[in-house]
């Protein structure tokens, strides 16, 4: 299956850069369309993606939205079972990550980003600093991101640097973009030494500085 390959993107959309991450791992061009933050969403990208959010993906005659899905497709559409187990425990595991990252630790590494990255800088560029950020919701969202990041450290294995051991998998490239980002945060890692050798591993892995993560 080899549909044009469209990407509704945003430089700073960590969920855009899932995709990046993994269509960089499999060597495969898609066209850049960009979507500004801004609301209101441009009207044609409406028309596309009922939620307005970034990214979508256009193949061929598949469209398809939400990243950890857009990520799936690719791994089936590629039929590379390494990325995306077909095997149940090894898919189970898969998902789980998938699942856990984006539904429990995610949402709670947000208040964070949003008082330190984005309410004191440009909506668009995610660039504000922690000495412009108000120290009462720092200190919230530091509590916050660092019980969120205390469960993810209980959940990944011992010893392996990325999620797939030593090859990754699509949830190392869904985990990658906001884990990057913590860098950013004031966040200690010290105390989750599998969380920050994940980060580093990603935050290094050659598919990923190929696509091109911003701020
Ligand atoms: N669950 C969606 C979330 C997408 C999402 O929230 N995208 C952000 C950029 S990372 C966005 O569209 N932000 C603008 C907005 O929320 O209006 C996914 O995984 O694709």
């Known amino acids: 299956m080899s549909g044009r390959l469209v990407l509704y993107d945003h430089p700073h959309s960590s969920n855009a850069l899932k995709v990046r991450f993994l269509l960089c791992e499999l060597g495969l061009d898609a066209e850049r369309v960009h979507v500004p933050f801004a609301e209101?969403?441009?009207?044609?990208?409406?028309?596309?993606?009922?939620?307005?959010?970034?990214?979508?993906?256009?193949?061929?005659?598949?469209?398809?939205?939400?990243?950890?899905?857009?990520?799936?497709?690719?791994?089936?559409?590629?039929?590379?079972?390494?990325?995306?187990?077909?095997?149940?425990?090894?898919?189970?595991?898969?998902?789980?990550?998938?699942?856990?990252w984006s539904q429990e630790v995610r949402p709670q590494l947000l208040p964070l980003e949003d008082a330190v990255l984005w309410d004191t800088g440009d909506p668009e560029a995610a660039d504000g600093r922690l000495e412009d950020a108000d120290p009462a919701a720092v200190e919230r969202g530091v509590s916050e991101?660092?019980?969120?990041?205390?469960?993810?450290?209980?959940?990944?294995?011992?010893?392996?640097?990325?999620?797939?051991?030593?090859?990754?998998?699509?949830?190392?490239?869904?985990?990658?973009?906001?884990?990057?980002?913590?860098?950013?945060?004031?966040?200690?890692?010290?105390?989750?030494?599998?969380?920050?050798?994940?980060?580093?591993?990603?935050?290094g892995h050659p598919a990923f500085l190929a696509a091109e993560p911003a701020g």
């Open 145 to 203: 991101a660092t019980a969120a990041l205390q469960v993810w450290e209980a959940f990944l294995p011992g010893g392996d640097t990325t999620l797939g051991g030593e090859r990754i998998t699509i949830a190392d490239c869904c985990v990658a973009p906001v884990l990057w980002r913590t860098a950013r945060l004031p966040l200690d890692l010290a105390s989750l030494p599998r969380t920050a050798r994940l980060r580093d591993a990603l935050a």
């Open 40 to 100: 209101p969403r441009p009207a044609g990208y409406r028309a596309l993606q009922p939620s307005g959010r970034i990214p979508l993906l256009i193949d061929g005659d598949v469209k398809i939205g939400e990243s950890n899905a857009i990520l799936r497709h690719l791994a089936r559409r590629e039929r590379r079972d390494d990325l995306h187990p077909s095997d149940p425990p090894a898919a189970a595991r898969v998902d789980w990550a998938l699942d856990l």
